[in-house]
């Protein structure tokens, strides 16, 4: 998907011959078609300027390899390649306009996805049983979980997903706003993965977050003797016709589901873990705790 580093420049007394890049997604289509287009438009404005390949690497400050890697579709340039081979062909912001398109395909097609499908819902309703939920983490947060992994993702694949969280809590700023319900383990508030000052920065941020008033942010104590929620987390997905989509580990392997037979177990179990976890008033105060403590 992608690989290590950043993409460097020449100049510095080495040339690079695979010089790191975005790399594409061969599964995903729609930014295959996306990136092609660029490319072959990056290469026919070069072309039409009289500027051979080695002539325009050295001029925008890239090794060739990338350059050629960019014009035949295969890479991902990145906005400040876009902004300077704009300035030297000359474009007068046509090939800089390019960004936004990029910009999309940046993100992995199932983060797009869910970030589409939460953009048209008007009601949401997460449980996620392992970690605080990705709209609700803050990018540090979220960036220490990532550096976390194992395999260890590389580091351009970790500021894809950061950036991907980051475009996706865009959601809490629609109008009208959707309504929008989150319950949450509490083991998950206490560990300090990436560190206590992250976990402290998570909690304050959690406590904002709650008081808006289209959110409802519950929390689900360890000492609970009866829970709803073992088989895996839920999301349930409402929109303005009256449809809904649901996915959880435990229907359908996880893949998204319209079926009312399927979507009406996921609502009953997300009802009764909202039962059984604290009330929102409850869950901040509880949260006020943990952030005095930690």
Same mark, same amino acid.
């Given at each position: 998907?992608?690989?290590?580093?950043?993409?460097?420049?020449?100049?510095?007394?080495?040339?690079?011959?695979d010089?790191?890049?975005?790399?594409?997604?061969?599964?995903?289509?729609?930014?295959?078609?996306?990136?092609?287009?660029?490319?072959r438009? @990056?290469?026919?404005?070069?072309?039409?300027?009289?500027?051979?390949?080695?002539?325009?690497?050295?001029?925008?400050?890239?090794?060739?390899?990338?350059?050629? *890697?960019?014009?035949?579709?295969?890479?991902?340039?990145?906005?400040? %390649?876009?902004d300077?081979a +704009?300035?030297? !062909?000359?474009?007068?912001?046509?090939?800089?306009?390019?960004?936004? +398109?990029?910009?999309?395909?940046?993100y &992995? *097609? *199932?983060?797009?996805? @869910?970030?589409?499908?939460?953009?048209?819902?008007?009601?949401?309703?997460? %449980?996620?049983? !392992?970690?605080?939920?990705?709209? !609700?983490q803050?990018?540090?947060?979220?960036?220490? @979980?990532? !550096?976390?992994?194992?395999? $260890? %993702?590389?580091?351009?694949?970790?500021?894809?997903?950061?950036?991907? /969280?980051?475009?996706?809590? $865009?959601?809490?700023?629609? +109008?009208?706003? &959707?309504?929008?319900?989150?319950?949450?383990?509490?083991?998950?508030?206490?560990?300090?993965?990436?560190?206590?000052?992250?976990?402290?920065?998570?909690?304050?941020?959690?406590?904002?977050?709650?008081?808006?008033?289209?959110?409802?942010?519950?929390?689900?104590?360890?000492?609970?003797?009866?829970?709803?929620?073992?088989?895996?987390?839920?999301?349930?997905?409402k929109?303005?016709?009256?449809?809904?989509?649901?996915?959880? $580990?435990?229907?359908?392997?996880?893949? &998204?589901?319209?079926?009312? /037979?399927? @979507? /009406?177990?996921?609502?009953?179990? %997300?009802?009764?873990?909202?039962?059984? $976890?604290?009330?929102?008033?409850?869950?901040?105060?509880?949260?006020?705790?943990l952030?005095?403590?930690?």
């Amino acid at each position: 998907m992608s690989v290590n580093g950043e993409a460097v420049r020449v100049g510095t007394g080495t040339d690079r011959t695979d010089e790191p890049g975005w790399e594409v997604d061969p599964d995903d289509d729609w930014a295959l078609a996306v990136v092609a287009t660029v490319g072959r438009q @990056l290469r026919l404005r070069r072309e039409a300027a009289g500027m051979r390949v080695g002539e325009f690497a050295v001029a925008v400050g890239y090794g060739e390899d990338l350059v050629y *890697k960019i014009e035949a579709g295969k890479r991902i340039p990145r906005p400040e %390649y876009l902004d300077t081979a +704009d300035e030297v !062909l000359g474009a007068g912001g046509l090939v800089a306009a390019m960004r936004e +398109d990029v910009r999309k395909v940046r993100y &992995p *097609k *199932k983060v797009r996805d @869910l970030a589409q499908m939460e953009a048209r819902a008007v009601e949401l309703q997460l %449980y996620d049983p !392992l970690n605080i939920h990705g709209l !609700l983490q803050t990018p540090d947060y979220a960036r220490g @979980l990532l !550096l976390m992994r194992r395999p $260890a %993702y590389s580091a351009e694949e970790v500021e894809r997903f950061i950036s991907a /969280r980051v475009a996706r809590k $865009a959601i809490f700023d629609r +109008d009208p706003a &959707p309504e929008l319900s989150f319950v949450l383990e509490e083991w998950s508030l206490k560990r300090p993965l990436g560190g206590r000052g992250r976990l402290r920065q998570q909690l304050e941020h959690l406590l904002e977050v709650a008081q808006l008033r289209n959110v409802e942010l519950q929390v689900m104590p360890i000492d609970r003797e009866e829970h709803a929620g073992l088989a895996g987390g839920i999301e349930v997905l409402k929109f303005e016709d009256g449809s809904m989509v649901g996915r959880s $580990a435990a229907v359908a392997n996880g893949r &998204p589901v319209s079926e009312p /037979r399927q @979507l /009406r177990i996921l609502e009953l179990r %997300y009802g009764i873990i909202r039962a059984q $976890a604290l009330t929102p008033r409850e869950s901040a105060s509880f949260i006020e705790q943990l952030l005095g403590e930690t």
